[in-house]
């Protein structure tokens, strides 16, 4: 990551010692918690209308590009707030676009080289600082409080009580949308190629969007959470397309496994390209088959590592999980899609830093004709979803793996009669023993926890292996 340095800023996310990093995340969790994550659906599924209102009746499109569009304003408007999300114009894209740029092999060498390239990074991250400080300075001059990403970063401070600055909150808002801007965005534009290529999938999904919609629950987390086709297709798609190519771990002591000793200071890496398509974990590994998860073929958490895992797994996955599927219940509820190139012309792009495909993706799109929505019922649950199947005259032990856990919170609002936020925000058990009324909430929080953070044990449970 040193060569980010320069975009992201000194002292800020990467560039950190580790402890100051943990302390910047910590405050960029408060974004991405249970109770702002409620908020987030209709955000994201208003600015995909919004979208969708500059195209005609019918037309053609590159969709990878109105999903990079489309995911700057969903990001910035959720994480960040309004007043962010409006000065997404003309200069921002262009000054982001300066930055994105930059991202080159040689910063990591010579991050200050004289190039035209890293002298116009260097300018766009200047004026993105001014910009940024003018909605500090107008913020604090109206006297007017707004409860939204920026002012928590407004507000938070670090252990010693120092508060961050203008330079630190602008690397914090860049380091945000890089994080999920094109991995979105690719994700998404794989997603509907995919349902596009299977179309027994697609109308399947299409129908169970459409009775999301006749019950009013389209913008309801918990719901979307439960929404197990949706979920599972989602998962398909970034088991097959993973955005990053490589995730690199230090060893920090040494380190022995199946005989060998790792010494301290080696590098490790994992491609999630690979690691999704061995056989014995997933059958016919090309194929694209979301049925799999009801098999249980990635219930072993070494086996999905499209974001990641361990302590530094992706913050944000359960944001960029939910901007995903409310874009594409938007997108299959208010247009036929068709793909305008052969399905296998659709290819991966590894020259950039994030894969994604390779562009332009044309799709071709119709309005779609609205019929009265038939109820269909969601998906069954699966095995795919971690439930639990407690007994409920033996005792449980509930646990957190500090390891694991990144401070979501989704355990307190599932179950706070059992968990609840400790002093630092995230969720502590409060009830270490909870009685077989509370079982029930138990299980929601141990398989909607982002992170699988929750440890159960009971005597001859049946819990996921």
């Not at 129908?207 to 913008?219: F, I, P, Q, T």
């Not at 309801?220 to 955005?243: I, K």
Request: aromatic share 8%; net charge neutral; glycine share 6%.
């Amino acid at each position: 990551y040193k060569l980010m340095t320069p975009i992201f800023g000194k002292g800020v996310v990467f560039d950190a010692p580790g402890s100051r990093l943990d302390e910047q995340m910590r405050m960029v969790m408060l974004s991405l918690r249970e109770v702002p994550m409620r908020t987030y659906p209709p955000l994201v599924a208003e600015e995909t209308q919004k979208m969708l209102a500059t195209l005609g009746d019918e037309g053609e499109l590159d969709l990878l590009h109105f999903c990079k569009e489309l995911f700057l304003y969903t990001a910035t408007r959720c994480l960040m707030g309004e007043d962010v999300r409006a000065g997404v114009d003309a200069e921002f894209e262009t000054l982001y676009g300066n930055l994105e740029k930059a991202i080159n092999p040689l910063a990591y060498f010579y991050p200050n080289l004289p190039i035209p390239t890293f002298k116009r990074r260097d300018v766009a991250r200047a004026r993105l600082v001014e910009r940024v400080s003018t909605i500090l300075d107008k913020r604090a001059r109206s006297g007017v409080r707004v409860d939204d990403g920026l002012q928590r970063l407004v507000d938070g401070h670090y252990t010693n009580g120092q508060k961050l600055s203008p330079h630190e909150i602008t690397g914090i808002l860049i380091a945000i949308i890089f994080a999920g801007h094109h991995t979105s965005a690719g994700t998404q534009t794989w997603s509907i190629i995919e349902l596009l290529r299977n179309r027994a999938i697609h109308d399947r999904l299409r129908d169970e969007v459409d009775a999301l919609y006749a019950r009013g629950e389209e913008h309801d987390l918990r719901v979307l959470r439960d929404h197990q086709l949706g979920r599972s297709v989602l998962r398909e798609v970034l088991r097959l397309h993973p955005p990053l190519i490589f995730l690199f771990r230090k060893v920090l002591r040494d380190w022995q496994y199946r005989g060998r000793v790792v010494p301290a200071g080696q590098m490790l890496c994992a491609s999630p390209a690979v690691s999704h398509r061995v056989p014995e974990t997933y059958p016919d590994p090309e194929r694209f088959d979301p049925s799999r998860y009801e098999r249980g073929e990635a219930d072993n958490p070494f086996a999905y590592i499209a974001f990641g895992g361990g302590k530094h797994k992706c913050t944000g996955n359960a944001f960029g999980l939910l901007q995903i599927q409310v874009v594409t219940q938007v997108l299959l509820r208010e247009l036929e899609l068709e793909l305008v190139d052969p399905p296998e012309s659709y290819v991966h792009n590894y020259k950039t830093a994030t894969v994604m495909p390779q562009g332009p993706v044309r799709v071709r799109y119709r309005r779609r004709v609205r019929r009265t929505a038939v109820q269909v019922p969601s998906s069954a649950p699966t095995k795919s979803v971690r439930r639990l199947q407690l007994l409920p005259d033996r005792p449980v032990r509930v646990s957190i793996d500090r390891q694991l856990c990144q401070g979501h919170a989704v355990c307190v609002s599932e179950a706070p009669g059992i968990f609840r936020l400790g002093a630092e925000g995230e969720g502590e058990v409060f009830v270490a023993s909870p009685s077989p009324e509370a079982f029930e909430r138990l299980a929601r929080a141990f398989e909607h926890c982002p992170n699988h953070a929750i440890v159960v044990a009971q005597d001859d449970a049946q819990e996921p292996s």
